[in-house]
């Protein structure tokens, strides 16, 4: 027997603890390594998959010690649930909201300092609350459960300020033993967790489930058109034994696909989203759990906590933020161990939106002036109620910086928050501005790797292990790229062969006239018709190059040219890996404005600006060059060039420390190829070129 089993006397005493009040007859695995450990007196770090039965982990030692236990957790809905169904098994628990009136919370305060309570569960902002330290401090815990546990890290995917009081709060209460749990943790969140719960001599064990969910089938579809997306979603939701979740990316997406597929389906599909009544919410969850409603649309509000485990299909008809959100969402599909799919069904315009919207989200510099100057102009050590806005998010978030730089001391408060400033010598606001840019590339790396999911060719499922540092081993059923050797790519279908129509047509053309091919029509207007697919005279009478003597002399011929084409539709044969990029460089060339080149490539904006550098290497520069007013002016682009020639170097990150961030990384990478260009073509005797 080593230190990490039960001795017999445990051993028994758990399976009738599991046996008498869970109905159940063993640990699992992952389960006996925590509950061994928490026994010890050891705190513990669980990542294991959604679904795997990590509650239990707690539940039982609270039964088993007949001692209380506090559960933080940010899921107030769930809470109450998961309260009423321990209740219901004699494990007498309560969960403390803001749901619930004053009465009732005292009456739930007292049960815990009585000691009748074994389970307490509240949300992260309770912790300021002084009547439950006060009850905490009366009675400890025997132990302090952290569920949800990537919340605390600014690397996981759902960064909540107020989990970085939790250490402090633990401190305050006596240092209870801690059971942190989460699904998903990359190496970088379980350090932020460990350095931000946990002293630096405390042992804290690490038990860690596998990653992969082999019955999950992975696959990513672009669609053409909304009507091409819904056909597709219903096929996929209507084939589909058992659950089906289609998830969007907001309130009045998720009622628009409940009533589209309602139709499609000829059943009830229902909407959920954190908008609906209490009440409403539970009677769907509830409906879905026994089987009576079996499509539910809605916002990523659902599906946490829910018990059912024959979801055949999760459908994402929306773009998550980040890889590990996505991962999450779709662990709630096969969790009976049953074959199941993870669709996600979307628009090149989708990734082109969501990452713009990930921009937007960049810390205004002056904004973030403002803020400073009003928490640097408080009083010393006299708290000031902050009053907020519902949906401000961005004030709390640049308010817990403050607080990690130790500005400021912060307390949830009714309508706000409580802020002292507790510091009398501020550091400069470039130390926040620098921190909170960090914070922003970190949401937008999470990103990216969300955007290298959809795009790679590889395997999906590999790619998703490798990103959590486990390897796959081989099973059958994996994900489409596996199905498809590689070429599920997710392009829109690209126009190759109309290109290549016209291409042949022009040459036809030029030799009758005995013209050079450019006469007839150049190669940017060609693939500006290319991209428009004009189908009427007016129409192509819009495109560039076509004026009056073009239109009468060649309009016809171009017409019945875009006509014989097959109109691109869902299901089509994919398309060659290469296309994107060779896609990308003729929009380039027939000068089709950026926003626009990014929807119609379906590609994120970085990997189309990748295009574009590469591109810009060798293009005409009168194909490019109207392009930089994208990312800057010529007095911008000059400063830049400035700083490299000084810098000596075309390092982005010292590049843009050397100007406090003054220009975003983007702006230098397209400068920086625009630079080494022209310094090319200095060396080589090439002329110089004005401007930028
Ligand atoms: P997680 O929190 O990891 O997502 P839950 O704790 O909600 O998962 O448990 C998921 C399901 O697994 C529940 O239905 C639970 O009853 C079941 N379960 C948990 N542990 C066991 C076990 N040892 N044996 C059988 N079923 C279990």
């Given at each position: 027997?080593?230190?990490?089993?039960?001795?017999?006397?445990?051993?028994?005493?758990?399976?009738?603890?599991?046996?008498?009040?869970?109905?159940?007859?063993?640990?699992?695995?992952?389960?006996?390594?925590?509950v061994?450990?928490?026994?010890?007196?050891h705190?513990?770090l669980?990542?294991v998959?959604?679904?795997?039965g990590?509650?239990?982990?707690?539940?039982?030692?609270?039964?088993?010690?007949?001692?209380?236990?506090?559960?933080i957790?940010p899921?107030?809905?769930?809470?109450?649930?998961?309260a009423?169904r321990?209740?219901?098994?004699?494990?007498?628990?309560?969960?403390?909201?803001?749901?619930?009136?004053?009465?009732?919370?005292?009456?739930?305060?007292r049960a815990?300092?009585?000691?009748?309570l074994?389970?307490?569960?509240?949300?992260?902002?309770?912790?300021?609350?002084?009547?439950?330290?006060?009850?905490?401090?009366?009675?400890?815990p025997?132990?302090?459960?952290?569920?949800?546990?990537h919340?605390?890290s600014?690397?996981?995917?759902?960064?909540?300020?107020?989990?970085?009081?939790?250490?402090?709060?633990?401190?305050?209460?006596?240092?209870?033993?801690?059971?942190?749990?989460?699904?998903?943790?990359?190496?970088?969140?379980?350090?932020?967790?460990?350095w931000?719960?946990?002293?630096?001599?405390?042992?804290?064990?690490?038990?860690?489930g596998?990653?992969?969910?082999?019955?999950?089938f992975?696959?990513?579809?672009m669609?053409?058109?909304?009507?091409?997306?819904?056909?597709r979603?219903?096929?996929?939701?209507r084939?589909?034994?058992?659950?089906?979740?289609?998830?969007?990316?907001?309130?009045?997406s998720?009622?628009?696909?409940?009533?589209v597929?309602?139709?499609?389906?000829?059943?009830?599909?229902?909407?959920?989203?954190?908008?609906?009544?209490?009440?409403?919410?539970r009677?769907?969850?509830?409906?879905?759990?026994?089987?009576a409603?079996?499509?539910?649309?809605?916002?990523?509000?659902?599906?946490m906590?829910?018990?059912?485990?024959?979801?055949?299909?999760?459908i994402?008809?929306?773009?998550p933020?980040?890889?590990?959100?996505?991962?999450?969402?779709?662990?709630?599909?096969?969790?009976?161990?049953?074959?199941?799919?993870?669709?996600?069904?979307?628009?090149?315009?989708?990734?082109?939106?969501?990452?713009?919207?990930?921009?937007?989200?960049?810390?205004?510099?002056?904004?973030?002036?403002?803020?400073?100057?009003?928490?640097?102009?408080?009083p010393?050590?006299?708290?000031v109620?902050?009053?907020l806005?519902?949906?401000?998010?961005?004030t709390?978030?640049?308010?817990s910086?403050?607080?990690d730089?130790?500005?400021?001391?912060l307390?949830?408060?009714?309508?706000?928050?409580?802020?002292t400033?507790?510091?009398?010598?501020?550091?400069?606001?470039?130390?926040?501005?620098?921190?909170?840019?960090?914070f922003?590339?970190?949401?937008?790396?999470?990103?990216?790797h969300?955007?290298?999911?959809?795009?790679?060719?590889?395997c999906?499922?590999?790619?998703?292990?490798?990103?959590?540092?486990?390897s796959?081993?081989p099973?059958?059923?994996?994900c489409?790229?596996?199905?498809?050797?590689?070429?599920?790519?997710?392009?829109?279908?690209?126009?190759?062969?109309?290109?290549?129509?016209?291409?042949?047509?022009?040459?036809?053309e030029?030799?009758a006239?005995?013209?050079?091919?450019?006469?007839?029509?150049?190669?940017?207007?060609?693939?500006?018709?290319?991209?428009?697919?004009?189908?009427?005279?007016?129409?192509?009478?819009?495109?560039?190059?076509?004026?009056?003597?073009?239109?009468?002399?060649?309009?016809?011929?171009?017409?019945?040219?875009?006509?014989?084409?097959?109109?691109?539709?869902?299901?089509?044969?994919?398309?060659?890996?290469?296309?994107?990029?060779?896609r990308?460089?003729?929009?380039?060339?027939?000068?089709?404005?950026?926003?626009?080149?990014?929807?119609?490539?379906?590609?994120?904006?970085?990997?189309v600006?990748?295009?574009?550098?590469d591109?810009?290497?060798?293009?005409?520069?009168?194909?490019?060059?109207?392009?930089?007013a994208?990312?800057?002016?010529?007095?911008?682009?000059?400063?830049?060039?400035?700083?490299?020639?000084?810098?000596?170097?075309?390092r982005?990150?010292?590049?843009?420390?050397?100007?406090?961030?003054?220009?975003?990384?983007?702006?230098?990478?397209?400068?920086?190829?625009?630079?080494?260009?022209?310094?090319?073509?200095?060396?080589?005797?090439?002329?110089?070129?004005?401007?930028?």
């Amino acid at each position: 027997m080593t230190e990490w089993s039960f001795t017999q006397a445990e051993h028994r005493e758990v399976r009738r603890i599991l046996a008498a009040t869970f109905g159940l007859s063993a640990l699992r695995s992952f389960q006996a390594e925590v509950v061994v450990r928490l026994l010890r007196g050891h705190s513990v770090l669980a990542v294991v998959s959604t679904g795997a039965g990590k509650s239990l982990c707690y539940q039982l030692p609270s039964v088993y010690w007949d001692r209380p236990v506090l559960v933080i957790s940010p899921l107030v809905a769930l809470m109450h649930h998961q309260a009423e169904r321990m209740a219901a098994l004699g494990v007498p628990s309560a969960a403390l909201t803001g749901q619930l009136d004053g009465d009732t919370q005292r009456d739930i305060l007292r049960a815990w300092m009585e000691g009748s309570l074994r389970l307490l569960y509240v949300a992260p902002e309770r912790l300021s609350d002084v009547r439950l330290g006060q009850a905490l401090k009366e009675r400890m815990p025997a132990l302090l459960v952290v569920d949800e546990a990537h919340c605390i890290s600014e690397w996981g995917y759902d960064f909540r300020p107020e989990y970085r009081r939790i250490r402090t709060f633990r401190e305050a209460v006596g240092n209870p033993p801690l059971l942190a749990l989460t699904a998903t943790a990359t190496e970088r969140v379980k350090a932020d967790i460990r350095w931000h719960l946990t002293t630096d001599r405390e042992p804290f064990d690490l038990v860690e489930g596998p990653v992969d969910r082999p019955n999950l089938f992975l696959s990513v579809e672009m669609t053409q058109s909304p009507k091409d997306r819904e056909r597709r979603v219903a096929d996929l939701a209507r084939r589909a034994a058992g659950g089906v979740i289609v998830y969007s990316g907001s309130r009045l997406s998720a009622e628009r696909w409940a009533r589209v597929l309602s139709q499609a389906l000829d059943e009830p599909v229902r909407a959920y989203h954190a908008g609906l009544a209490p009440g409403l919410r539970r009677t769907i969850e509830r409906d879905f759990v026994e089987g009576a409603i079996r499509v539910v649309a809605s916002t990523t509000a659902f599906g946490m906590g829910i018990d059912r485990g024959d979801i055949r299909t999760v459908i994402h008809v929306d773009v998550p933020d980040s890889l590990d959100a996505y991962y999450q969402e779709i662990g709630r599909a096969g969790r009976d161990g049953e074959p199941a799919e993870a669709r996600m069904v979307i628009q090149p315009m989708d990734i082109y939106r969501r990452e713009r919207w990930i921009r937007d989200e960049r810390p205004d510099r002056d904004w973030v002036r403002e803020i400073w100057a009003r928490a640097a102009g408080q009083p010393l050590n006299r708290p000031v109620l902050w009053e907020l806005e519902d949906d401000d998010t961005s004030t709390p978030v640049l308010l817990s910086v403050l607080e990690d730089m130790g500005v400021l001391e912060l307390k949830s408060a009714p309508g706000g928050i409580r802020v002292t400033r507790v510091e009398s010598v501020d550091p400069h606001v470039d130390a926040l501005l620098h921190r909170l840019e960090q914070f922003w590339e970190r949401r937008r790396t999470l990103f990216q790797h969300m955007v290298d999911y959809i795009e790679t060719d590889q395997c999906r499922r590999s790619m998703v292990l490798r990103y959590y540092g486990q390897s796959a081993s081989p099973h059958e059923r994996c994900c489409d790229q596996c199905e498809s050797g590689g070429r599920a790519t997710v392009g829109p279908r690209g126009d190759a062969s109309l290109v290549d129509r016209l291409r042949a047509w022009r040459t036809q053309e030029a030799l009758a006239m005995g013209v050079e091919p450019y006469i007839v029509l150049n190669d940017r207007d060609l693939m500006g018709i290319a991209v428009k697919r004009p189908q009427t005279r007016e129409a192509l009478a819009q495109c560039q190059g076509m004026g009056p003597k073009r239109l009468k002399k060649y309009g016809e011929a171009i017409l019945a040219l875009v006509g014989d084409g097959e109109p691109a539709s869902a299901g089509d044969e994919p398309l060659d890996q290469g296309a994107p990029r060779d896609r990308a460089v003729w929009l380039f060339k027939a000068g089709v404005p950026w926003e626009r080149i990014l929807i119609e490539v379906g590609r994120s904006e970085s990997t189309v600006r990748g295009y574009f550098v590469d591109w810009l290497k060798t293009a005409p520069q009168a194909e490019w060059l109207h392009y930089l007013a994208h990312w800057f002016t010529d007095a911008e682009y000059r400063m830049m060039a400035d700083t490299m020639d000084r810098l000596q170097t075309d390092r982005l990150r010292p590049l843009y420390d050397a100007l406090q961030g003054r220009f975003r990384f983007d702006q230098w990478d397209v400068a920086r190829a625009v630079h080494s260009r022209r310094r090319a073509e200095l060396v080589s005797g090439g002329a110089p070129h004005q401007g930028g």
